[in-house]
């Protein structure tokens, strides 16, 4: 199919006129000579227990299998531990602070809807960008005009059973009658002896093979983004992946208290889980549910490695390997029952310690990590870069090619995230080195800091104890918040 054929059957889909609005506001260029193909792989809730980012008892073949062609970076922050934020702020390359998205209601075209996303700059640049399943959170509204065809979402967080699939659209049905939103959820886990294909997400590889098959038949390069929803709750896939983790193998985790002289107001109710049917309006989860709950976290997390394989076979069988840049990354952490938490919503590093693996053509150090700090708006301009495109003027990040030849070379002294309460405050938090500071500001009036938070990585790296208050952190506490508020304000120097 050549480019315009494909652009005919976008515009049968109502998608071209969506990018000839874009196309018209700026210059359109052919992409440099040789440029690569990108797959793009988000991960929904995906934690770094990874066993290339070495937790050994995590089966993760495929991912593993990226991070020996590429470089892991063991120690990369999302900017905000919550989907729609994470996401508008890696995709265009700005902080929360700056695209005004901090919650799940706001799509990223409502606020700033002037900047060049990622995928707008790579479809200006000559390339065919594809949207399939979870990228943005908000799908085609976060960025209507970086696509060259209508996104497609698949089947978004479903249980596979046809009777819960029905009680779902049932209440569903009822909710759109009585004009409210169905907060139907089912139960918190699944396992069901079908193929991989019967979940969303086997589905949505099986779409991706064939959008790769088309794609490589094109003369111009892709950015193929293919988001995978687990392990997003609930925690359902086949059988046979929880059949990897016999539960006498599941431990919990050995921290399930707040930390001490931790605020109230670092912590929450893990409003998600409460959701779902089988789990407790208030109070503490039972030793068994937690034990399936953490069994079932690890399944899906496999199920998924078990899909990345798939999509990485059939680079290699099209022929496309070698010139295709693979990032994938976790949109954020995830707790399991670290301090008594579940879910995200956190400036804890179970929160914003996320994944991140990049494998490109050419790098000198395939196979080597980095334990630089690293932050996901640097992903935009590391892509740009690996393909050789102009950095728009506007990213808040830095390009990670560098370590990606050199692993060990000195880089950022600290990485950045943020996490709004709803009573009016927003939690700054900075990873340096061997720290984790945290102010929480009111949003209003002077900006007041209403509680602090300073765990010591070196002496307690479960962020155990806050050492905020104590009269021998002051003087840290002042070195600490002087760094933070330069971090905050774009002036913080490298290392």
Known sequence: MNRREFLGLSLAAGGAMLMARYMTGGTAHA????????????????????????????ISPNIDRLAAEGTAFLRTHCQQAVCAPSRASLLSG????????????????????????????MLANGYTTVSLGKVYHHRVKDDP?????????????????????????EAQRAARAAGVASNWRGPSTEA???????????????????DMRRLAQAPEPFFLAVGYHRPHLPFACPQRYWDMYPPESISLADNPFRPQDCPDIALHNWGELRRYSDIPEEGDLPEDKARELIRGY???????????????????????????????W????????????????????????????????????AGRPTRALCEFVDIYPTLCELCGLELPEHLE????????????????????????????????????DRYRYTEWRARRGAGD??????????ADPGENVNLAGRPESAALVTELAGMLAEGRQGALPPA
């Open 31 to 58: 992409a440099p000579d040789g440029a690569p193909n990108v797959l793009f792989i988000p991960v929904d809730d995906l934690r770094p227990q990874l066993r290339c980012f070495g937790h050994e008892q995590m």
């Open 94 to 121: 700005l902080r929360p602070d700056s695209t005004r998205v901090w919650d799940l209601q706001t799509p990223l075209s409502t606020t700033r809807p002037e900047i060049v996303t990622l995928p707008r700059h």
């Open 145 to 169: 005009e970086g696509w060259s065809e209508p996104p497609w979402g698949g089947q978004y967080n479903t249980h596979g059973s046809p009777e819960l699939r029905a009680e779902r659209a």
């Open 192 to 210: 069901l002896d079908v193929p991989d294909e019967h979940f969303g997400d086997g589905a949505l590889t099986a779409r991706a093979i064939e």
């Open 298 to 328: 690890y399944a899906c997390t496999t199920f998924i490695d078990t899909q990345v394989g798939r999509l990485l076979d059939e680079l290699e069988r099209l022929g496309l390997r070698e010139n295709t840049v693979v990032c994938l």
């Open 330 to 365: 976790g949109d954020h952490g995830w707790q399991l029952g670290e301090h008594g938490l579940w879910c995200k919503h956190t400036n804890f590093e179970t929160s914003t310690h996320s994944p991140l693996l990049i494998s490109a053509p050419g790098q000198a150090a």
């Open 397 to 432: 990040g830095a390009s990670l090619r560098p370590l990606m030849d050199q692993p060990e070379r000195p880089w950022k002294r600290a990485a950045f995230s943020q996490y709004p309460r709803g009573d009016g405050v927003m939690g700054y938090s900075m990873r340096t």
């Open 449 to 458: 800091v209403v509680a602090t938070e300073l765990y010591d990585h070196e």
